[in-house]
């Protein structure tokens, strides 16, 4: 079955704007782009802002089931899953189309903390954290909701320094500190 319009809009401005950003990608460069003339896309979407929303909520869901699904390919127990979101950054970060995290940049250049496409990417960085804190939970951890911080803020750390290119491992570096917070927050030792 063929997509519809919209949604092909949506995954081409998805890639638009991951690969330029979102001020940088106006509407003559999506309608160059996409092929989709800006009539039909202000007739799908009032606005470029209600775009970019449609286009965090499709990246969002693909993150996440693709993320979720490789942690659990990776690892069998939830201490070991919480690690293994490391190896899985590591594979994002070495795909070719690989331009940092488009819920960061959404939120750096829509910066007033009520803007809605800035809180259309908290919420997605929320959804993460309650997803370790639900895996810290299921390993025991003490203050488990701390952990999930924690490890948010070491995962948001490599994922700046994978997007500047300053780290010659990202992922590596994250995991070691990871696996410390882990083995420290659950009392188990998991191996490397």
Not at 149 to 170: C, F, H, I, N, W
């Amino acid at each position: 079955m063929r997509p519809s319009r919209r949604n092909e809009l949506v995954e081409q401005a998805l890639k638009i704007f991951n690969r330029n950003g979102y001020q940088a990608s106006g509407m003559d460069l999506l309608a160059l782009e996409t092929g989709i003339s800006k009539t039909s896309m202000y007739k799908y979407f009032r606005t470029k802002e209600d775009l970019i929303l449609a286009v965090l909520e499709l990246r969002d869901q693909k993150l996440r089931d693709w993320m979720f699904v490789r942690i659990a390919e990776l690892a069998d127990t939830p201490a070991g899953q919480l690690l293994a979101l490391f190896d899985v950054l590591r594979e994002w970060f070495a795909q070719p189309d690989f331009c940092g995290c488009m819920f960061m940049r959404a939120a750096g250049e829509y910066g007033a903390a009520t803007h809605p496409i800035h809180l259309k990417a908290a919420e997605h960085k929320e959804t993460i954290v309650r997803y370790l804190a639900d895996l810290a939970i299921k390993a025991n951890a003490d203050r488990p909701e701390q952990l999930a911080r924690q490890l948010m803020l070491v995962k948001e750390g490599a994922t700046v320094s994978a997007q500047l290119g300053y780290a010659k491992d990202p992922a590596g570096d994250a995991r070691v500190v990871a696996k410390a917070l882990i083995e420290k927050a659950t009392g188990q030792a998991i191996p490397a």
